[in-house]
């Protein structure tokens, strides 16, 4: 077990050896910059998003986005500023839960929740 500098994370060290959090590595030692760490929302407002999150992911169904949905999704948030190790800075989310299921979208409207359609045919998904 190891405990990073820059972001004081607990986390094991398997191959590639990087903090979850925060992304350093050991390879960029001690005196590697720290990286400004984004203000989260209270736990309280992370709490009362989260429960609005699992309300509308169960109301829905509870149907997960299909993959090519989800890795789009994943690449948004991590070309986005406000990604701050596995969460999102903006509702303070876990990045990789809210992108899998279809009835979330993103805060910052930069991915919108997925409806499934069945196409002119009647069910392959093409229109």
């Not at 986390?11 to 001690?30: H, L, Q, V």
């Not at 509308?56 to 994943?74: E, L, M, Q, T, W």
Request: positive net charge; aromatic residues 8%; contains cysteine.
């Amino acid at each position: 077990m190891a405990k990073c500098p820059n972001c004081s994370a607990t986390f094991y060290c398997r191959a590639p050896c990087a903090c979850e959090m925060c992304g350093w590595t050991p390879e960029e030692g001690p005196e590697a910059p720290v990286a400004e760490k984004q203000k989260m929302p209270s736990v309280f407002k992370q709490a009362a998003n989260f429960a609005k999150s699992t309300f509308n992911h169960i109301a829905s169904g509870a149907h997960k986005a299909p993959d090519h949905v989800y890795k789009s999704r994943i690449e948004i948030c991590n070309s986005c500023d406000k990604l701050n190790g596995s969460k999102c800075s903006e509702c303070g989310c876990f990045v990789s839960m809210k992108a899998s299921w279809s009835s979330e979208k993103c805060p910052l409207e930069k991915w919108t929740e997925y409806k499934p359609t069945r196409g002119k045919c009647g069910g392959c998904g093409r229109k």
